[in-house]
Antibody, heavy 122, light 108 residues
């Protein structure tokens, strides 16, 4: 059974930094692209970033480009999102999501974690 | 960036009724449109991909159709557990991947 477990969320001041982690199990992690998708409380879904299975290719939404870095450690079956220069509008639940097809781009997600809440406030 | 517009915002129907949800794209996404279901306090769940392909394990009452810019998710006979918000998502032109604003389905 695929399991994704996010951690690292919390309260941070504007301008601060946070690193989110997503531990994966139940599948060959290195074979699947992964992504981060966020959801502000009571709002819709917003794609944040994606990464290939090898980690060689990364993709970002314009709203976070230059402030966020996605990475993965395939030896630890873990996905990361380093978030810097945080703003109030970054407040959201952050979900990690697994691409459906092995070897494909991170564009279609068949498994999601339960999310970790990031709150940016002074 | 491709904008996805979902309608209606809210749909209130009785059990057994047919629900028709719409997703319109600002430009063609070919068939690369997916539908997700999200219940309160839960992560999204993939229902339909490539416009009409149902994910294994998803009940047959869920079906998708469309291509280009106009897509429909149909729930043929609503069950109480279908109460949720439904999102469409395109992957034809990215980054960025984009989602629609969602349609909330309420069961009377």
């Amino acid at each position: 059974e695929v399991q994704l477990l996010e951690s690292g969320g919390g309260l941070v001041q504007p301008g601060g930094s946070l690193r989110l982690s997503c531990g994966a199990s139940g599948f060959t992690f290195s074979s699947y692209a992964m992504a981060w998708v966020r959801q502000s409380p009571g709002k819709g879904l917003e794609w944040v970033s994606g990464i290939s299975g090898s980690g060689d290719s990364t993709y970002y939404a314009d709203s976070v480009k230059g402030r966020v870095t996605i990475s993965r450690d395939n030896s630890k079956n873990t996905l990361y999102l380093q978030m810097n220069s945080l703003r109030a509008e970054d407040t959201a639940f952050y979900y990690c999501a697994k691409e459906t097809r092995e070897g494909d781009y991170p564009t279609l997600f068949d498994s999601w974690g339960q999310g970790t809440l990031v709150t940016v406030s002074s | 960036e491709i904008v996805l517009t979902q309608s209606p915002a809210t749909l209130s129907l009785s059990p057994g009724e047919r629900a028709t949800l719409s997703c319109r794209a600002s430009q063609s996404v070919s068939i690369y449109l997916a539908w997700y279901q999200q219940k309160p306090g839960q992560a999204p769940r993939l229902l339909i991909y490539d416009a009409s392909k149902r994910v294994t394990g998803i009940p047959a009452r869920f079906s998708g159709s469309g291509s280009g810019t106009d897509f429909t998710l149909t729930i043929s006979s609503l069950e109480p557990e279908d109460s949720a918000v439904y999102y469409c998502q395109q992957r034809n032109t990215w980054p960025p991947l984009t989602f629609g604003g969602g349609t909330k389905v309420e069961i009377k």
